[in-house]
């Protein structure tokens, strides 16, 4: 946890002043980061527009989980603080763990991100239930705290 936090730090220390361009319209912008709950593991984000994303991650919880997640996007719904921006997000996707012979489930996720005025990146916190379909029916929860780094470039959009 440590080394997440000084990470993180780190990043936010090297941080170029001119990032306001990349919230103004996601449309092909790419954040890679952290996200420490379950699972911890690596982040990435792919916005197709302001409001719709992909979202994925590989971590550890239990065993090896890899997830994947349309993500729709309201930039209204929380008042803005002073400086920066927030966002809420609802969304869902598949999501694979190694444990008990190799694990399907449908995860729904629910979220909140903040962008801090003039930086390229994301600060989130997201929770949602897991619906295991195989090898049986159980219900478990995915969440955690992460941090997403916007690198400046824009790949093409999905048309």
């Known amino acids: 946890m440590k080394i997440i936090l000084l990470f993180s730090m780190l990043i936010l220390a090297c941080l170029p002043a001119q990032a306001e361009q990349a919230r103004s319209d996601q449309t ?9 709950g379950s699972p911890i593991g690596v ?9 719709i994303a992909f979202d994925g991650g590989a971590g550890y919880g239990n065993a090896g989980v890899f997830y994947a997640d349309v993500l729709f996007n309201n930039w209204s719904l929380v008042n803005p603080p002073r400086r920066g921006r927030t966002n809420t997000y609802l969304g869902a996707g598949p999501r694979v763990a190694t444990d008990d ?3 399907f489930a449908l995860r729904a996720m629910a979220g909140i991100g903040y962008w801090p005025a003039g930086q390229p990146i994301e600060i989130f916190a997201e929770v949602g239930p897991t619906f295991k379909i ?15 780094y916007y690198f400046n470039v824009v790949l093409s959009p999905v048309r």
């Not at 092909?28 to 420490?36: D, F, P, T």
């Not at 982040?43 to 409001?51: F, G, H, P, V």
């Not at 195989?134 to 997403?148: A, F, M, Q």
């Open 101 to 103: 012979g190799g694990q």
């Open 28 to 36: 092909g912008q790419l954040g890679v980061g952290l996200i420490a």
């Open 134 to 148: 195989t090898p049986d029916n159980k219900v478990g929860i995915d969440g955690g705290l992460g941090l997403r």
């Open 43 to 51: 982040t990435m984000k792919y916005w197709l527009d302001s409001d």
